[in-house]
């Protein structure tokens, strides 16, 4: 099992673009989520779906917007990346809202 | 406003010794609580959790203790090991008012020294 994959690792946009991260997990889980990690700072939450076909606002939400295309694929998307976008970002996920969640490696976005 | 803060930004102990990470909360309908480790350039990882009706966890190494009264649980790692060395995460989630999503704190750097 490959628990859950990010993509890409690493990323450079410039301001004004746009792009969509990809999470995939194959552990059969109900609940996924974004979350952005900054320097010294812990993790927060993005958007969150409980069920696929469900999505709900987390901490950070302004600036974007998420997909759960299946129950398998979360994808979260920048329309019009800022420099204060510049972060690591994690996906996870758990079998319900309640439980561990297991994350993805992490995206490193960096915009100049 | 901060909900879940851990006031210890790092923490050094010698190998073999015990570690003690604080977490500290301010929402009391926070009744699910865990900690996660993270090493560099990967994701957390889930380690240990307690629920709000236990006061202890234990599973191996690591014990989480929580007091309930005075809204502050703690992660005791004996003995500490070379390879504990990461960032440690408490995370608190309240079933009844968000459906179980977890707020996290800032973290704590542990850096255990041979």
């Known amino acids: 099992n490959a628990g859950v994959t990010q993509t890409p690792k690493f990323q450079v946009l410039k301001t004004g673009q746009s792009m969509t991260l990809q999470c995939a997990q194959d552990m059969n889980h109900n609940s996924m989520y974004w979350y952005r990690q900054d320097p010294g700072m812990g993790l927060r939450l993005i958007y969150y779906?409980?069920?696929?076909?469900?999505?709900d606002k987390g901490e950070v939400p302004n600036g974007y917007n998420v997909s759960r295309l299946n129950k398998r694929e979360f994808s979260l998307r920048l329309e019009s990346a800022a420099p204060s976008q510049t972060s690591v970002y994690f996906c996870?996920?758990?079998?319900?809202?309640?439980?561990?969640?297991?994350f993805g490696p992490g995206t490193r976005l960096t915009v100049t | 406003d901060q909900q879940v803060k851990q006031n210890s930004p790092s923490l050094s102990v010698q190998e073999g010794r015990i570690s003690i990470l604080n977490c500290d909360y301010t929402n009391s309908m926070f009744d699910y609580f865990l900690w996660y480790k993270k090493y560099p350039a990967e994701g957390p990882t889930f380690l240990i959790s307690?629920?709000?009706?236990?006061d202890k966890n234990e599973d191996g190494r690591f014990t989480v203790f929580l007091n309930k009264s005075a809204k502050h649980l703690s992660l005791h790692i004996v003995p500490s090991q070379p390879g504990d060395s990461a960032v440690y995460f408490c995370a608190a989630s309240a079933w009844s008012t968000n459906a179980g999503k977890s707020t996290f704190g800032d973290g704590t750097t542990l850096t255990v020294k041979p």
């Open positions: 307690i629920s709000s009706i236990k």
């Open positions: 779906s409980a069920s696929e076909g469900t999505t």
């Open positions: 996870a996920s758990s079998s319900s809202g309640r439980d561990e969640q297991y």
